[in-house]
């Protein structure tokens, strides 16, 4: 994929040249709508929904399936797969991991009152314990006596119920040997008597490393954060971590890491050590940038510095991909204010200077500054917005309502230098080229009512895709099995889990009493 200078910017150009063609319609056709099979990368399509996870072909054909369906993914040094486990009306407790067959061959679950686990999780091999282990993301509370201690706003309390998210490593055994947690990096410019204060003739914009207790926006809260990915770069030793509310947060775990010593462990991570080495996304939050805002003209707004909202899936590209060390993300676009909101890709590079030199070392993104990037077609109702220099891939598609999942939903780079996307809301998978051409696309067609060939007027999530991944032919996971093509999904139709019934879309409103 290249990216030189002229190159990168017309791709910052929204690619409207090369997206999707959509039209608006009430109703549509599920499953395989579309597949170049001379320019998409061959492969097979995992993805998981109520209660079953099903590992498809190119022709939308299933060939596996698995009794679980929440966030699957397999596991590529023994070909297991591995899925957050619910337990009934309690939410997500732990994780199972299946073989090939669906029988659970090791579980983990949380039994710590104070910490409740959710969302995402990677499966690491801990190089200073030579074993593999679970890296999740977990909320943990935080009594409000501890809140005040710390430096919040008391005017913005009560703190009742805060949850402030950690990241835990867990061993096969279920022994803990790791925590990293965001309270333990607080920076506040209230109280000088307390120790995390800025300093004398400092201000929160002096610590980019460290996230401000009384975040802009968004005071201390059940579920501050609510991080929603995760990943570990073993080469770097490092974690990138995803917050819903904008900003993407990396940190190091190799050199906060003492094998056989937990405590120890999680007393450098909560030290200076632990502190961001990188984060992107929202500088207002940290006093370096302007946020989202209306204009005087209160029918235009600016998304100002912001770049990712809602934003899911941070990963680094790994070994063997184009763009190999490169962050890619889902950037959902919520919480950006356009007027006619939509869902982007983003790759980045955290290394770009403002030239555009790679420095081999993080660089704040307010330093290395921002293109002014014109829409090329006002009927979008676009406004020109201000992108990061950081930015050196994006994708959108070119009509407003043919891509857009305000949740969830994934994006990974493929050999072949196109990208596979899922966009949750409305089960959309489907894969682009470099230069944003549609080659492959697919919509689920397991529902809340069942499987259905055809998708009515329905609410967002009725046929919801959380997450899906596309693996090569001779993905270790499938040596020496048979992936014999079944038929389609509503076909096939694996039993699912317990459905739930849809609200009525219309709803009578009552005249008013002068009526």
């Known amino acids: 994929m290249k ?20 039209y608006e319609t009430l109703q549509g056709k599920t499953e395989l709508l579309f597949w170049d099979r001379e320019k998409a990368f061959n492969g097979y399509t995992l993805f998981g929904s109520r209660g079953v996870s099903a590992l498809i072909d190119m022709s939308g054909s299933v060939v596996h399936t698995w009794p679980t369906g929440k966030n699957p993914r397999l596991l590529e040094y023994n070909g297991n797969l591995l899925d957050a486990y619910e337990e009934p009306d309690a939410g997500m407790s732990g994780f199972r991991e299946y073989d090939w067959d669906g ?15 959710h969302h995402d999780w990677k499966r690491i091999y801990n190089k200073k314990l030579k074993a593999y282990t679970t890296l999740y993301i977990a909320n943990k509370y935080v009594p409000g006596e501890l809140v005040l201690a710390a430096g919040a706003d008391p005017d913005k309390g009560p703190y009742e119920n805060v949850e402030v998210d950690a990241v835990v490593e867990v061993d096969m055994k279920g022994t803990i040997v790791w925590e990293w947690w965001f309270f333990d990096h607080i920076v506040q410019d209230r109280d000088a008597k307390k120790l995390n204060f800025t300093g004398e003739g400092k201000t929160i914009a002096d610590y980019p490393h460290k996230i401000d207790i009384n975040l802009p926006g968004r005071p201390l809260s059940r579920d501050w954060l609510h991080c929603n990915s995760i990943d570990y770069n073993p080469g770097l030793g490092q974690v990138v971590l995803n917050s819903v509310q904008g900003e993407l947060y990396i940190f190091d775990h190799d050199n906060t890491f003492i094998a056989g010593n937990p405590a120890e462990s999680i007393k450098l991570a909560a030290g200076s050590k632990g502190d961001f080495l990188y984060r992107f996304g929202d500088p207002a939050r940290y006093k370096q940038g302007d946020p989202p805002s ?3 003209d209160w029918t235009k707004v600016t998304t100002g510095h912001k770049q990712i909202g809602g934003a899911h899936h941070v990963h680094w590209i790994t070994e063997g991909l184009p763009g190999v060390g490169n962050l890619l993300i889902f950037n959902n676009g919520q919480y950006l204010f356009e007027r006619t909101p939509q869902s982007y890709i983003f790759e980045l590079n955290p290394y770009l200077d403002g030239g555009g030199k790679n420095t081999g070392k993080y660089v704040n993104p307010p330093e290395a500054g921002y293109n002014k990037v014109e829409t090329l077609n006002r009927d979008t109702h676009k406004l020109n917005k201000l992108i990061s220099k950081q930015v050196v891939w994006m994708y959108s598609s ?61 609410y967002p999530d009725y046929n919801s895709v959380f997450r899906a991944y596309r693996y090569a032919p001779d993905f270790s996971a499938f040596k020496g099995r048979e992936l014999k093509s079944m038929g389609p999904l509503t076909k096939v139709k694996p039993k699912l889990g317990e459905l739930k019934v849809q609200p ?10 002068k009526e």
């Open 398 to 458: 070119k009509s407003n309502q043919g891509f857009f999942s305000h949740i969830g939903s994934s994006a990974q780079r493929l050999p072949n230098g196109n990208t596979f996307i899922c966009a949750m809301t409305e089960g959309h998978l489907f894969e682009v080229t470099a230069d944003g051409e549609v080659v492959w696309e697919y919509v689920s067609p397991i529902t809340n009512m069942g499987y259905k060939e055809v998708i009515d007027d329905q």
């Open 103 to 117: 029988n659970v061959v090791w579980e983990y679950m949380e039994k710590r009152k104070t910490y409740r686990p």
């Open 504 to 513: 009525k879309r219309v709803r009578k409103v009552k005249p008013s009493a």
């Open 294 to 296: 209306v204009m005087e």
């Open 3 to 22: 990216k030189t200078g002229i190159g990168i910017f017309i791709v910052l150009l929204f690619l409207c040249f090369y997206s999707i063609w959509s």
